[in-house]
C-alpha cells in the first residue's frame, strides 16, 4: 500500500488526475471502476477539463460501484445519472461503454452475476476509484462485509443513510438497499485508487491504512491488494501514526516509479 499525502483536497484531485491520465495514455482502452460521492468529484471535474483539451477518452469503458433499490435510473439521485451526469458526458465517453450495477431490475441477483460477467468479458477493471466512508465503507460494503463478496444487494448501514440524506429532500426519502460491488470484485482490480480528504474522514482511513484488516472495517482489506495507492489530504490523514514516513517516502519515490 502507498500512502501519499498532499496538503488539501484540490492536490488530491490534480494527482489522482495525473494517475488515471497516466493510464489512458498508456492504454486508450483502459477499464475504470468508478466511484460516487464526494470523495472523487474533484478528480472528475480535472479529467473532464483534460479530456476537452489533450486527453482522448473516447476508448475507455467504465464500471459504477455501486446503484440504490428502487429508484427508477432517470431519478437524479441515482448513480445511473449521477455518472451520467458527472463523468460520462463530462468526460467524453461512450455511454455503451459505460455500465451501473442494477437497481430497479426484476431479478436482482441475476442482474448482479450478469453485472459481473461483463466486468470479467471486459479484461477486469484496471484502475478502481474509491471514497471511504466515515463507517470504513468502500462502495456501499457496510462493516462486516465478507472479503470474498461479489456484486450483490447490501442494507445500507443507518450512518450510511444519514450521510446520503443530503443529497434527497427528505432522509426517508434514501432508499435502504442498494446493489453494490462487492469487496472481492474490487480487490480484483488491477490497482485501487482510494481517495479521502477533510477531518472527517481521518479516523475511519486511520483505521483502513494503519489498523488491523478486520470487517469492521471493510477499507482495511486494501492492506492486501497488490497495489493500492491511498491519496489523502492532510486533515483526513490527521490519525495517522506513520504520516511522516509516508511523506519522506514520496518526496524519496524513485523517478522511475513515477512512471
Known amino acids: 500500500m502507498e500512502v501519499i499525502i498532499v496538503p488539501g483536497p484540490n492536490d488530491v484531485a490534480v494527482l489522482a488526475a495525473d ?10 482502452d483502459a477499464v475504470l471502476g468508478l466511484a ?3 470523495s472523487p468529484l474533484g478528480l472528475y471535474a480535472e479529467l473532464a477539463r483534460r479530456a476537452a483539451t489533450t ?14 433499490v428502487g429508484l427508477d435510473p432517470a431519478h437524479p439521485q441515482s448513480y445511473a445519472s449521477v455518472i451520467r451526469t458527472q463523468v460520462t458526458e463530462p468526460l467524453g465517453l461512450d455511454p455503451a461503454r459505460v455500465q451501473v450495477p442494477p437497481g430497479d431490475a426484476t431479478d436482482l ?12 468479458e471486459a479484461g477486469g477493471v484496471d484502475l478502481q476509484i474509491l471514497g471511504l466512508g466515515g463507517n ?15 456484486t450483490r444487494i447490501k ?9 446520503n440524506a443530503r443529497f434527497f429532500p427528505a432522509p426517508d426519502d434514501v432508499p435502504t438497499h442498494c446493489v453494490t460491488q462487492g469487496l472481492g470484485t474490487i480487490m480484483d482490480a488491477t490497482t485501487v485508487l482510494l ?12 483505521k483502513a491504512v494503519e489498523g488491523p484488516v478486520a470487517a469492521l472495517c471493510p477499507a482495511s482489506i486494501l492492506q492486501h491488494h497488490r497495489r493500492a ?28 516509479q513515477r512512471s
Open 195 to 206: 481517495l479521502a480528504a477533510g477531518p472527517a474522514k481521518a479516523d475511519a482511513l486511520a
Open 229 to 256: 495507492i491511498v491519496l489523502v489530504d492532510e486533515e483526513a490523514a490527521a490519525g495517522l501514526a506513520l504520516a511522516d514516513y509516508y511523506r519522506y517516502a514520496y518526496a524519496n519515490k524513485p523517478e522511475w
Open 19 to 28: 494517475i488515471v491520465a497516466r493510464l489512458i495514455q498508456q492504454r486508450p
Open 36 to 38: 460516487t460521492g464526494s
Open 109 to 120: 441477483e441475476r442482474s448482479c452475476a450478469e453485472f459481473e460477467q461483463a466486468i470479467r
Open 136 to 150: 470504513g465503507h468502500i462502495g456501499f460494503n457496510e462493516p462486516t462485509s465478507s472479503f470474498s463478496s461479489r
Open 155 to 163: 442494507t445500507l448501514a443507518p450512518a450510511t443513510r444519514r450521510d
Open 55 to 68: 486527453l482522448d477518452t473516447t476508448r475507455v469503458s467504465g464500471f459504477a460501484l455501486d446503484e440504490y
